[in-house]
């Protein structure tokens, strides 16, 4: 039985049954029973969401030392209309227009269209010690994932799934 | 023994450190927003070395703690730590609870850390082998403290990370 979880059940659509499979026979194929996702794909409205609502937490300048370069200029709008006392809608239209003009991808490796591409983060800490080595390698072999990040580059097994 | 065991431990940080450096044109997020800054104008903190190449921050705190840093700055951004408590403390619920306090302080983002000190608060298994609170700052893809109990001392492990 391989078991996927999410650690927000509001991440579950974004997960394909196409996605599902292939990350169901990868554990089938490594013998994990159980994996958490904690993180998937969103729009580019939601990180334009995310982004106004992060400025408005910790402050433009903080936020701008956070990102890089293409995050900075979508932080740019965000001060820009902020000062011409623009309204929240206005603000997040206005900072998700530029997030696409930019590429999304360069904002976050998290924004995509889900019927092209399904992202994944997994919690490494939801498999077993003993099966990473195995799981990496079945990832780093499988054809279907287009991009994979692991530790220590990264905080969790990171999947790129064409759809 | 305390000290071999923490020893140990940072050394095991090491070894699971690849080199993760990376094309900043690449990555989303500033690859220098963590630096060795981070950590030199803390009071808290009476010494750190800071491995740029793999992020890794070792710290000894002004009252004698040894933590252990890993941080992500490209695709995601983040933080991994690891502070030993050791036996004259681990069986002190309330020292055990002002250690964690401590390492909350000291590597949580200022806007973070009453909410997080509100969950630290219902960290009721401290005294348990093992233990695991999962933190409800939005915007995270995880937050979590752990701790783990072994003989003669206890590691907390504080993790987070956006994307």
């Known amino acids: 039985m391989a078991n996927i979880q999410f650690l927000n059940h ?8 196409h996605s599902r499979k292939i990350l169901q026979e990868i554990m089938k194929k490594v013998g994990v029973t159980k994996i958490i996702i904690t993180s998937t ?8 969401r995310i982004m106004y609502e992060n400025i408005e937490k910790y402050g433009a300048d903080e936020q701008k030392r956070l990102y890089g370069g293409y995050g900075d200029k979508v932080i740019d709008v965000y001060i820009a209309l902020k000062e011409k006392k623009k309204s929240r809608g206005e603000i997040v239209t206005a900072m998700q227009n530029k997030i696409m003009t930019l590429g999304p ?9 889900f019927k092209k591409m399904n992202v994944v983060d997994i919690a490494p800490s939801s498999i077993p010690k003993a099966f990473h080595t195995m799981f990496e390698k079945t990832v780093e072999s499988d054809k279907r994932i287009s991009r994979f990040f692991k530790p220590p580059k990264d905080p969790a097994y990171h999947l790129e799934i064409i759809q | 023994m305390y000290r071999i065991y923490a020893f140990s431990v940072l050394l095991g940080l090491q070894l699971l450190c690849g080199d993760i450096t990376f094309a900043s044109e690449e990555c989303v997020f500033d690859k220098n927003y963590y630096s060795e800054k981070t950590y030199t104008t803390n009071t808290d903190i009476k010494s750190v070395v800071w491995q740029d190449k793999y992020k ?3 710290i000894l ?18 933080l991994q ?3 030993l408590i050791s036996n004259a403390d681990m069986d002190n619920e309330n020292a055990a609870r002002g250690k964690v306090r401590g390492l909350v302080k000291m590597l949580v983002r200022q806007a ?5 000190i509100v969950a630290l608060g219902k960290m009721k298994c401290l005294q348990d082998k093992e233990c695991k609170i999962n933190i409800p700052v939005k915007g995270y893809s995880e ?14 492990l504080l993790k987070y990370y956006l994307n």
């Open chain 1, 10 to 17: 509001k991440d579950s659509p974004n997960v394909s049954a």
């Open chain 2, 112 to 116: 973070d850390f009453d909410e997080v």
């Open chain 2, 143 to 156: 937050f979590y403290i752990q701790s783990d109990r072994q003989q003669e001392s206890m590691t907390i």
């Open chain 2, 61 to 78: 705190t002004q009252k004698g703690d040894l933590i252990a840093v890993q941080h992500w700055a490209c695709t995601h951004l983040g």
């Open chain 2, 56 to 58: 890794v921050a070792k």
């Open chain 1, 105 to 113: 991808g360069k904002v976050s490796s998290h924004v995509a269209d």
């Open chain 1, 41 to 48: 794909a969103r729009t580019t409205a939601d990180q334009a």
């Open chain 2, 81 to 83: 730590a690891i502070m």
